[in-house]
Nanobody, 123 residues
Framework: QVQLVDSGGGLVQAGGSLRLSCAAS????????MGWFRQAPGKEREFVAA????????YYADFVKGRSTISRDNAKNTVYLQMNSLKPEDTAVYYC????????????????WGQGTQVTVSS
């Protein structure tokens, strides 16, 4: 088992920034690619970003490209999502997640999920 704890969400004005963090514990972090998904009210959960185990490969949804950066610190078992130029449509609960195989973009590929952290962007 891998336990994931998301944090860093909050209320921010449009154009502002937030950095989300996800701390992993339990079973070894080794070998897990990490991702972030989000779910807005009344909508399905959607892919935001992912990063390979080594950190050498990153993947982004089109709606965050150029505005967000995913990174990881394997020594700290932590993954980050830096979000800049936030928009009201970015308002959602953001979930950290971990996987060992399958598509980076597919929710079904992920094995473990954090509890979510709320991001609210005011206009």
């Amino acid at each position: 088992q891998v336990q994931l704890v998301d944090s860093g969400g909050g209320l921010v004005q449009a154009g502002g920034s937030l950095r989300l963090s996800c701390a992993a514990s339990g079973r070894t972090f080794v070998g897990y690619a990490m991702g972030w998904f989000r779910q807005a009210p009344g909508k399905e959960r959607e892919f935001v970003a992912a990063i390979s185990w080594s950190g050498g490969s990153t993947y982004y949804a089109d709606f965050v490209k150029g505005r967000s950066t995913i990174s990881r610190d394997n020594a700290k078992n932590t993954v980050y999502l830096q979000m800049n130029s936030l928009k009201p449509e970015d308002t959602a609960v953001y979930y950290c997640t971990a996987r060992t195989r399958g598509s980076y973009y597919s929710e079904a590929s992920y094995d473990y999920w954090g509890q979510g952290t709320q991001v609210t962007v005011s206009s």
